[in-house]
């Protein structure tokens, strides 16, 4: 009997729980295998710790809660912790006696994963998933459109406050490197101001914007959505009073714009945080996340190793993991279709000006 070892890594996000649900049923109702959960990602390969999975094992009342709870039940680690024990993890999947692993993760630990794949000679199929959707190659990843929802979510809610009382409410999103999550959400939420970390904003733009927003279309309140690793234009900062990261990206703006508004302005600021990465899998983070645990499963049972599961023209497929990575993290580029779209609606979007 086959023992297939599955394991969540890096960032958690809703749909790790329906990727382990899919592995463990088609695993077993199609194949028979023995289907493994390992702890805590590679630190469960170093302990030499498995949780054994089985059909309908965490039921309640014939209830399965994998398909919708968030987090994952197999516990994660961030990037990088167990690095430095290659020749012990590669020991640890020997020792637990498996012929394949499944690990979900996003560009950090899939690149860690690959690593260990590739010198250990393992058969390993990676699922992605991040709410950050900076994995390339696929157009899905699991975790994302839950994120984007959720933020969606909150802009409905501050929009109805901020109208009332004619305020600047300035929304902080996650998205270090990349802005697909501040992008989506805020064009999806009606913000006037988009902020990415591709695309340098200035102070003055903003200013503008927000000026011309009340003079012009007599618009008396406004949403600005700023990811976490947005960038200024060098020289841009009129106030300085508070340098990021010492007081994150939100509330520097406000502390700027509230300069540049001759202190006029009534802002406030929302840091949305880990809120972002938790909650019930939308419909169709569930259906990628079903969809990619089952091609996984098939893809272990064909022989094949080194690959991701992605989706590409409406369609799972597998694609080499070494040229996903090559191209991981994937940015928002300049011209990207929802980069004009926002343009095209007036939405500030920064390029400096
Ligand atoms: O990688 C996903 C991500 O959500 C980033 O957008 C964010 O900066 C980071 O994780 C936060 O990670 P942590 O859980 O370590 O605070």
């Not at 959400?185 to 927003?213: F, M, Q, R, T, W």
């Not at 309140?221 to 690793?229: L, Q, T």
């Not at 508004?261 to 009534?266: G, I, P, Q």
């Not at 990465?277 to 098939?298: M, N, Q, S």
């Amino acid at each position: 009997q086959k023992r297939l070892g599955i394991l969540t890594s890096g960032g958690d996000c809703p749909g790790l729980n329906t990727v382990i649900r899919a592995v463990v049923s088609h695993g077993i109702l199609t194949y028979d295998w023995k289907v493994l959960g390992i702890p805590y990602a590679t630190k469960g390969l170093l302990e030499r710790k498995t949780i054994p999975l089985s059909l309908h094992s965490f039921d309640l009342r014939g209830i399965d809660p994998l398909l919708n709870m968030g987090g994952t039940i197999l516990g994660s680690i961030n990037k990088g912790d167990t690095l430095n024990q290659i020749d012990e993890l590669i020991c640890g999947y020997r020792d637990l006696e498996l012929d394949a692993l499944i690990g979900i993760g996003g560009d950090g630990s899939l690149a860690i994963l690959n690593k260990l794949q590739i010198i250990g000679n393992w058969q390993f199929i990676a699922i992605p998933k991040t709410i950050d959707n900076d994995v390339a190659l696929t157009d899905r990843v699991v975790g994302f459109d839950t994120a984007v929802n959720t933020i969606v979510d909150s802009l409905n809610r501050l929009t109805f406050t901020a109208a009332s009382h004619d305020r600047v409410m300035i929304v902080e999103v996650m998205g270090r490197s990349a802005g697909h999550l501040a992008l989506c959400a805020g064009i999806a939420g009606g913000a006037d101001v988009i902020l990415i970390p591709e695309i340098p904003y200035s102070i003055k733009g903003i200013c503008k914007h927000l000026a011309e927003l009340r003079d012009k279309w007599e618009r008396r309140f406004a949403i600005i959505v700023v990811a976490e690793g947005a960038k200024v234009a060098d020289d841009s900062s009129l106030y300085k009073s508070c340098q990021t990261p010492n007081c994150g990206m939100a509330q520097y703006i406000a502390d700027e714009i509230h300069h540049c508004s001759n202190n006029k302005l009534d802002i406030r600021v929302s840091v949305l945080g880990h809120i972002q990465r938790g909650g019930i899998p939308t419909a169709l983070d569930r259906l990628v996340a079903t969809a990619f645990g089952k091609a996984a499963v098939d893809l272990i049972a064909a022989g094949e190793s080194g690959k991701m599961a992605a989706w590409r023209d409406g369609q799972v497929k597998a694609v080499a993991l070494d040229d996903v990575l090559s191209q991981s993290p994937l940015h928002v580029a300049k011209n990207h279709y929802l980069v004009e779209t926002a343009s095209a609606l007036g939405i500030y979007i920064g390029n400096g000006r």
